[in-house]
């Protein structure tokens, strides 16, 4: 695998700000699922590559960068069927690459990714990787995971703009989306453990906003 940095994959003030949007929503879903990592990996269509663009708890200093295969592992698999999945024994599921995990020197033994998605196009995929227990219904999980996919895909989507306006000349002015996305992070992104109960609250108000501004 080769890396890209963080500082090449991304450049200018706006891309700054979304890169570190993305960075509390994975430390927020690690936080909140209680899970040992969370990450978002991009869809870089020129090689056909995810590249891990945030990363919280196990290979958070090492991962950012890092490039592999769009089209294997459980993350290939949901960026191509854009479907969200939980597995809770990753070694059962045909999808799950191994040799991947490994390179990453963690390897978990359950994993939900969901894709990020502006409209039907692939952005990229959001994993949690062995959360905790305590979240017993699956539904519930994956609702709140879908929301926090819904965060990473405005980011990703905003930074795609931003890419265009400046190969173009045009300015693109914040959307309302990015602005509930920043609310987000604002709010939640500094809260401890202790305070899981009030973040669920705090999310699932903003994804009812989000809802309604459709």
Known sequence: MKDTG????YGGAEEDDHRRLLRSVVRTAAAIFDAQASSIALLDQASGELVFEAVAGKGEDGLVGRRFPA???IAGWVLQSRQPVEVQDVDSDAHFARDIA????YVP???MAAPLLSGDEPLGVLEVLDRSAELRAPLAAMELLALFADQASV???LVQRSRRARLTGEPVPESPDAAAVRVL???IGALDDGSRAAARRIV???ADVLRRRD
């Open 6 to 9: 963080p500082d090449t994959a």
């Open 71 to 73: 089209g294997r592992g």
């Open 102 to 105: 490994e390179s990453t020197d």
């Open 109 to 111: 033994k359950a994993l």
């Open 155 to 157: 980011a990703l989507a």
């Open 185 to 187: 992070a604002e709010q």
């Open 204 to 206: 699932s108000d903003l």
